[in-house]
């Protein structure tokens, strides 16, 4: 079962990401985006991650694709883009090289160095309550000093997107411009 | 049975396809996209780890990445909407003006 889960995932993420990198147009790679996400969340629930698989969805999914879609609508950017120009010669060539390299290495030391499915089945994670109690002791412990830093980072990239994309030199916000932003 | 290379495997690859667009594509919405595909790449590799050697660690990372993201997220596409604003239709080409 978890063979056929994985199989199936892994051809919906690997042909989601080929549609992020292969489509024309910017709103077809968008929902690419989601088909891999949506993958990936569940190889999360494979991996017995099931909070973290709810939250992928809530976030990755439902917030950044929905805001990557936003942003594609107010600039208007969704028309299809010609990429059979290539701007600088050979260079998809050399990054797809590159890129095949770096993952040859990757899968090789993986096939040599990591032992698989050495699995412990009396392990932390299966614990049968839910391992959101273990996330929610080990974050708000070990990590609280993190946890409280990425407070603080939401709040100023908050703060830094609102300050970017205000127009300069028009201090009353009036109806027509807040319709525009 | 799966074993966790396969999962590792799988996010290599999906790491390579985010890295190789990252490098090929001009449009920088599509760029932030491949971006994202490499963050999910090695957040499957941090589950895949928290689940070998049943360290809960490894989620709560992928907790932090997944905060990290959206905060970048947020920046890097109000970036995009200023840019658009002043250039509009640029590429990732077209903006040379921090060059030193």
Same mark, same amino acid.
């Given at each position: 079962?978890e063979?056929? *889960?994985?199989?199936?995932?892994? /051809?919906?993420?690997?042909?989601?990401?080929?549609? !992020?990198?292969l489509?024309? %147009?910017?709103?077809?790679?968008?929902?690419s @985006?989601?088909?891999? @996400?949506?993958?990936?969340a569940?190889? #999360?629930? %494979?991996?017995?991650?099931? #909070?973290?698989?709810?939250?992928?969805?809530? /976030?990755?999914?439902?917030?950044? *694709?929905?805001? #990557?879609?936003? /942003?594609?609508?107010?600039?208007? *950017?969704?028309?299809?883009?010609?990429?059979?120009?290539?701007?600088?010669?050979?260079?998809?060539?050399?990054?797809?090289? *590159?890129?095949?390299?770096? #993952?040859?290495l990757?899968?090789?030391?993986?096939?040599?160095?990591?032992?698989?499915?050495?699995?412990?089945?009396?392990?932390?994670?299966? !614990?049968?309550?839910? %391992?959101?109690?273990?996330?929610a002791?080990?974050?708000?412990?070990?990590?609280?000093?993190?946890?409280?830093?990425?407070?603080?980072? @939401?709040?100023?990239s !908050?703060?830094?997107? /609102?300050?970017?994309?205000?127009?300069?030199?028009? %201090?009353?916000v009036?109806?027509?411009?807040?319709?525009?932003? | 049975?799966?074993?966790?290379?396969?999962?590792? $495997?799988?996010?290599?690859?999906?790491?390579? $396809?985010?890295?190789?667009g990252?490098?090929?594509?001009?449009?920088?919405? $599509?760029?932030?996209?491949?971006?994202?595909?490499?963050?999910?790449?090695?957040?499957?590799?941090?589950?895949?780890?928290?689940?070998?050697?049943?360290?809960?660690?490894?989620?709560?990372?992928?907790?932090?990445?997944l905060?990290?993201?959206?905060?970048?997220? &947020?920046?890097?596409?109000?970036? &995009?909407?200023?840019?658009?604003?002043?250039?509009?239709?640029?590429?990732?080409?077209?903006?040379?003006?921090?060059?030193?």
């Amino acid at each position: 079962m978890e063979t056929a *889960v994985f199989i199936v995932c892994a /051809v919906i993420v690997l042909a989601g990401s080929l549609g !992020v990198v292969l489509a024309r %147009n910017p709103v077809h790679a968008a929902l690419s @985006l989601v088909g891999t @996400l949506f993958g990936v969340a569940v190889l #999360f629930l %494979n991996l017995e991650a099931h #909070f973290l698989a709810a939250v992928q969805i809530i /976030v990755y999914a439902g917030a950044i *694709v929905v805001l #990557f879609l936003f /942003v594609i609508m107010l600039l208007g *950017v969704d028309r299809l883009e010609d990429i059979s120009i290539e701007p600088i010669l050979g260079q998809r060539v050399l990054a797809t090289f *590159v890129g095949l390299a770096g #993952f040859g290495l990757g899968a090789a030391y993986i096939a040599t160095s990591v032992e698989g499915a050495t699995i412990s089945t009396s392990s932390l994670l299966r !614990v049968p309550a839910s %391992n959101l109690h273990h996330i929610a002791e080990v974050l708000f412990t070990d990590y609280v000093y993190a946890f409280e830093a990425t407070a603080a980072l @939401l709040t100023i990239s !908050v703060v830094g997107a /609102v300050v970017m994309t205000r127009r300069a030199g028009r %201090n009353r916000v009036t109806q027509t411009t807040a319709g525009e932003d | 049975m799966v074993t966790s290379s396969w999962y590792l $495997i799988l996010a290599a690859a999906v790491f390579t $396809i985010g890295a190789v667009g990252l490098m090929v594509r001009r449009n920088p919405l $599509i760029m932030f996209m491949c971006v994202e595909l490499m963050l999910n790449a090695v957040n499957l590799t941090f589950i895949t780890f928290a689940r070998d050697f049943a360290d809960i660690s490894g989620q709560v990372a992928v907790l932090f990445v997944l905060v990290v993201a959206a905060a970048e997220v &947020v920046v890097g596409l109000a970036i &995009v909407v200023a840019i658009n604003r002043r250039w509009p239709l640029a590429t990732a080409d077209d903006l040379s003006e921090l060059r030193g």
